[in-house]
């Protein structure tokens, strides 16, 4: 690049600057094989020149200020090559992490740390330690993040996550009340991250692969570009930024309403749901000791079967004898439901504790701090 071109886009990203800068970009990086036969410079060139973009496009995003870049390297379906294809594809990763890792000015100059997303146990193990060497050099570096998804498709995310929140339920580290959307999405690859922002796929396809399907299904702006991924260049992306930053105020309002939605969904169904756990067995034992008080007492079988149904209605887990329950009809409320709103704030409370600490200390994402 000479210095004018250079100078201009200095120019143009402190222009960018004064709007809003997305804190989480994504790149479905396609188009590579295609590029290389339009230049006629076969498959591995073109694979190569796409890695060349990736850098030209990570360094254009860490001098705007964007704090995490996700692009989409390998596909679990990209197994289905042909085999040459495949280990030109691994091979080239070998050398490009190594490089990043190592010798990358641009990665030590922003403080970028590295995440592989994805079943690493599909990898060769040869590739699979230049991949857990990459992410152990980098990962004391917070000041931005590069994932790359290798291997990697939304449906394995999405399946890792679910198990991940099963085995903690027949652990006994979690009660099935606690699985809400917000805990399902802090147990994706992408949990520390913030919200994808923008999501750009190249080569003029218009679908998303099976790529980060849940994180950009909510307040993301989505564009499909009709070139080739080698050819996408800063002044590609920038009327994609300029688009962005005139939505910025929608999309930012469009995701406060889902999370608003979300709390308050998750709450009343987590409410519902923590009640029928904890009253079932107390009202059963609540029944069945009114009924020997009231046959002990000689009460009228009549009088005894309304307060046993009372009983079964009621979420009070008061051991009151048969006369006492009776009388309750004419009870101040204020009280009790003073002590049912103390009581639930305490649930909550363990409910949030227990729930961070199984997602704090699970070691599900090998690949993520």
């Known amino acids: 690049m000479s210095a ?6 200095t120019v143009a990203i402190k222009a960018l600057q004064c709007g809003a800068i997305p804190p989480h970009v994504g790149f479905i990086m396609d188009g590579n094989r295609c590029y290389g036969c339009k230049v006629q410079v076969g498959n591995s060139r073109g694979y190569y020149l796409g890695y060349e973009a990736l850098e030209e496009i990570l360094a254009v995003c860490m001098e705007m200020g964007v704090k995490v870049v996700t692009v989409y390297a390998f596909s679990i379906e990209n ?5 040459d294809q495949v280990e030109t594809l691994m091979e080239l990763a070998k050398t490009k992490l190594a490089e990043l890792c190592e010798h990358s000015e641009l990665v030590n100059r922003y403080g970028i740390g590295i995440r592989v997303l994805g079943d690493d146990t599909l990898l060769p193990e040869d590739v699979r330690q230049v ?4 992410v152990d050099l980098t990962k004391k570096n917070n000041r931005a993040i590069l994932n790359m998804c290798f291997p990697y498709t939304s449906r394995e995310e999405l399946t890792m996550a679910s198990r991940s929140l099963v085995n903690g339920i027949e652990a006994y580290e979690l009660n099935p009340s606690d699985i809400t959307t917000s805990v399902l999405e802090d147990s994706l690859y992408t ?3 913030p919200p994808m922002d923008i999501l750009v796929r190249t080569s003029g396809e218009i679908r998303l692969s099976d790529f980060m399907i849940w994180q950009s299904s909510r307040a993301c702006h989505v564009e499909f570009i009709d070139c080739y991924w080698p050819e996408f260049t800063f002044w590609k992306l920038l009327p994609i930024l300029l688009r962005y930053q005139l939505q910025a105020g929608s999309i930012a309002q469009s995701r406060r309403e889902y999370e ?5 969904i998750s709450s009343e169904k987590s409410n519902h749901a923590d009640i029928i756990e904890e009253d079932s067995a107390e009202t059963s034992e609540a029944v069945s000791s009114a009924a020997g008080a009231g046959a002990g007492a000689g009460v009228p079988q009549d009088l005894t079967e309304h307060v046993m149904t009372n009983l079964r209605l009621s979420r009070s887990s008061s051991e009151s ?4 329950a009776a ?6 409320e204020e009280e009790e439901d003073s002590r049912g709103m103390d009581c639930y704030n305490c649930q909550a409370k363990e409910k949030r504790q227990r729930v961070a600490e199984f997602l704090t200390h699970r070691g599900h994402l090998p690949n993520s701090p």
């Open 260 to 264: 608003r939605r979300d709390n308050l």
């Open 4 to 9: 004018l071109s250079r100078a201009i886009r």
């Open 327 to 332: 009388s309750e009809y004419d009870e101040d």
């Open 131 to 134: 991949v857990r060497r990459a």
């Open 79 to 83: 197994f289905k090559r042909p085999p």
């Open 191 to 193: 949990r520390s991250c």
């Open 321 to 324: 004898t048969l006369v006492t």
